[in-house]
């Protein structure tokens, strides 16, 4: 077995069953006796908070502003000194991110320019590329049900149509990107544990 972690990121729009599936890759991956962390962005630190608050609407800020936020939050992610992925993943511990930089190139990108967040994200995409990026793919409409029995708070982000149109730059993103990224689109449609299997039997050659 190899001593670096790996590094395996979910990209969807909310409620496509992201976290659900996170945890189910983690118990896999514990059962081949390596260790394992989930994770997520915005994440709970000093910046990632601030994105949250610009999120749910109680802090105010421009597109552009609210994108290096991000971005800034990711780099602190990586490279904090407590518990920084880049850290965790040299220690040999397998990293899970519920989200990463294809998530601010999909949100984001339907209202900013593609070149100036390649660019905020560039640092972040030469520190740490994951081996893959796991791509649950639901219809929006499925989702915006998903979540009004699941949750009580309705984010910047979630409309019908606005996460149409997120869906779609992802699926366009991937196409860009499908000849330097590991990327899964995964049938998100189908039973937790049938998806789980799926996303296993693709991953699983890494700890072989
Ligand atoms: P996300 O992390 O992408 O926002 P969650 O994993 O929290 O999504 O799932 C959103 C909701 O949908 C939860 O109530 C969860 O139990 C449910 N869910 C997740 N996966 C499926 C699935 N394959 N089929 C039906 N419901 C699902």
């Not at 407590?82 to 990293?95: A, E, R």
Request: glycine share 6%; hydrophobic share 35%.
């Amino acid at each position: 077995m190899e001593n670096t972690g790996h590094f395996f990121v979910f990209e969807g729009i909310d409620g496509s069953g992201k976290s659900t599936q996170i945890h189910l890759l983690k118990e896999h991956i514990e059962a081949q006796g390596v260790r394992c962390m989930e994770t997520k962005e915005p994440t709970d630190g000093p910046v990632g908070s601030l994105v949250h608050q610009c999120m749910t609407g109680r802090t105010s800020a421009d597109e552009f502003t609210i994108a290096t936020l991000f971005a800034a939050d990711r780099l602190d992610h990586l490279l904090n000194e407590t518990d920084g992925l880049c850290g965790k993943i040299s220690q040999g511990i397998s990293v899970i991110s519920d989200r990463f930089v294809f998530s601010n190139y999909a949100y984001q990108g339907v209202l900013l320019p593609m070149d100036w967040l390649a660019q905020l994200n560039s640092q972040a995409t030469k520190l740490l590329r994951p081996d893959y990026h796991i791509f649950v793919d639901v219809a929006p409409e499925v989702c915006m049900e998903r979540m009004a029995t699941g949750r009580f708070h309705t984010e910047r982000y979630e409309t019908t149509e606005r996460l149409t149109q997120v869906r779609e730059r992802y699926l366009e993103l991937f196409r860009q990107f499908e000849d330097e990224e590991n990327i899964l689109i995964i049938d998100g449609n189908r039973p937790v544990e049938v998806i789980a299997e799926d996303i296993w039997n693709q991953v699983s050659h890494l700890y072989e």
